[in-house]
């Protein structure tokens, strides 16, 4: 059984909790040089929640953010040019933001296969609640009808890796405000939506029960692929 520690942030700003990951993952890449042959490097499945911020992945086009400085103040924003994959996307209150820094190489996954694994875990916790959430092909990230008109984003997904080991991960719109997703054009699609599970259901859900489902079919994927 491989053990993943679970770790609850709670509510933080985004530089600072990118300043944390970076130092938690530098701190494990130099102990996987220094010591190659050891196994013992701590998993750790972080989550947390921001105040509104957009953030800008490795390749994503500039553009794809529609507001200037003086709007993202009226609207109490911030924004960041990040080193992690995908294009932009939008992190705030109501969301949970996963941050798994852990060492796929030991737990026997390629990062394609990890990636799928963040996408099969949010598939099956939506699924608890009712919520039938599929991929969509070419694209990063958990969908809602992916082959229709109203295809929508529930999850976005950014990773970074290096050494097999990772940093950044997903955003899970829970009791999103989804007004802020009209300032982007999210992940870099135009012609696609977003949507939260509120949305879906029609009521606010248990953001600590959805993270606590998240940790266990997570752990799940890994004991049992």
Known sequence: MKHINYIDWGLIDYKEAWDKQETIFKEKIDEKLNNPK????EQNF????HPHVYTLGMHGKVNNL???DDFLKKINATYYKTNRGGDIT???FGQIVGYPILDIETLG???????????????RTMKEFGI??????GATGVWIDSKGKSARKICAIGVRASRYITMHGFALNVNTDLKYFQYINPCGFVDKGVCSM???LGEKVDVEKV?????????????NK
């Open 90 to 92: 939008y992190h705030g």
């Open 109 to 123: 996954l390629s990062l394609k296969d990890y990636i799928w694994t963040i996408e099969e875990m949010v598939i």
């Open 46 to 49: 972080i989550l947390c929640e």
């Open 38 to 41: 050891t196994s013992s490097i």
């Open 211 to 223: 993270k606590k489902l998240l940790y266990d079919n997570f752990v799940d994927l890994i004991n």
């Open 198 to 200: 509120e949305k879906e």
């Open 132 to 137: 039938i959430c599929e991929r969509l092909e």
């Open 66 to 68: 529609l507001i200037n």
